[in-house]
T-cell receptor, first 115, second 112 residues
């Protein structure tokens, strides 16, 4: 089954404790991205990657890191989480440059709470 | 600030009626526009994409784009209770930026 998976789905942590949210897709997609969704603010892109070893900032990259060492995986790293990073996070993938947002598939989401 | 604006709603329509969802965008360079549906607690799923002025139909859904007015809409004909969800409008601002900008979404309620 074609899908984007994220782990964990739910996470409660404390300020300053490094964490990683994993994202994996099995569709051989070139393009992957991370979003956060907050009430009243909608979906905002954090980082995106157009291919292995190619990443770039989205609209709200501060406090986040990403890596793309393999085509299928795009982990989101919070080196020192803070309460303002409490949010619902989505990973997404698309076929490639010509169809980036047209065929964007979203993962199930990770609800993160930072105390 | 490049923005995509939507009325947050809720928009309430009776079953069988036409639901009309609207979206405006600020960047005249925008080339690609999308409508996503998001059920509560779930991830967004793409309903329609539109790139040219005019209408695009897919089943009960019609997307309309007017670049001169910087306006995108989504019509849902014969609305069903299962259409009750939040509808997100998105635009790839400045064409080729690879950073889609989402509106805050409109909540649609279809009551029997």
């Amino acid at each position: 089954e074609a899908q984007v998976t994220q782990n964990p789905r739910y996470l409660i942590t404390v300020t300053g404790k490094k964490l990683t949210v994993t994202c994996s897709q099995n569709m051989n997609h070139e393009y992957m991205s991370w979003y956060r969704q907050d009430p009243g603010l909608g979906l905002r892109q954090i980082y995106y990657s157009m291919n292995v070893e190619v990443t770039d900032k989205g609209d709200v990259p501060e406090g986040y890191k990403v890596s793309r060492k393999e085509k299928r995986n795009f982990p989101l790293i919070l080196e020192s989480p803070s309460p303002n990073q409490t949010s619902l996070y989505f990973c997404a993938s698309s076929v490639g440059l010509a169809e980036i947002t047209d065929t964007q598939y979203f993962g199930p989401g990770t609800r993160l709470t930072v105390l | 600030q490049k923005e995509v604006e939507q009325n947050s709603g809720p928009l309430s329509v009776p079953e069988g009626a036409i639901a009309s969802l609207n979206c405006t965008y600020s960047d005249r360079g925008s080339q690609s526009f999308f409508w996503y549906r998001q059920y509560s607690g779930k991830s967004p799923e793409l309903i329609m994409s539109i790139y040219s002025n005019g209408d695009k139909e897919d089943g009960r859904f019609t997307a309309q784009l007017n670049k001169a007015s910087q306006y995108v809409s989504l019509l849902i004909r014969d609305s069903q209770p299962s259409d009750s969800a939040t509808y997100l409008c998105a635009a790839e601002l400045s064409g080729g930026s690879y950073i889609p900008t989402f509106g805050r979404g409109t909540s649609l309620i279809v009551h029997p």
